[in-house]
């Protein structure tokens, strides 16, 4: 069982950065490869990023490729999300999730979720 607990929203003007943090509970933390998606009012929720159990491979989606970078720190039980050059578009509510099993952009392949935060940028 994993808990994940995401931090770091909030609002932020166009054109600034963020980063996000997702601290995991257990032991096994790196053990699972992380993920990133988000969900904007009145759309089904997307990918945005994915690192595998090393953290030596990542992927992204193509609306954040180039101004983000997904890390991980397995030692703190801590995956991280920089996003750079925010757009309005960026506005969404980022979710942690972690797959036992896979690295995948699927969201359906990950087991476990946290309740989110909100990221709202300003035009």
């Known amino acids: 069982q994993v808990a994940l607990v995401e931090s770091g929203g909030g609002l932020v003007q166009a054109g600034g950065s963020l980063r996000l943090s997702c601290a995991a509970s257990g032991r096994t933390f790196s053990s699972y490869a992380m993920g990133w998606f988000r969900q904007a009012p009145g759309k089904e929720r997307e990918f945005v990023a994915a690192i595998k159990w090393s953290g030596r491979s990542t992927v992204y989606a193509d609306s954040v490729k180039g101004r983000s970078t997904i890390s991980r720190d397995n030692a703190k039980n801590t995956v991280y999300l920089q996003i750079n050059s925010l757009k309005p578009e960026d506005t969404a509510v980022y979710y942690c999730?972690?797959?036992?099993?896979?690295?995948?952009?699927?969201?359906?392949?990950?087991?476990?979720w946290g309740q989110g935060t909100q990221v709202t940028v300003s035009s």
């Open positions: 999730s972690a797959s036992s099993q896979w690295f995948t952009t699927a969201q359906a392949l990950y087991d476990y």
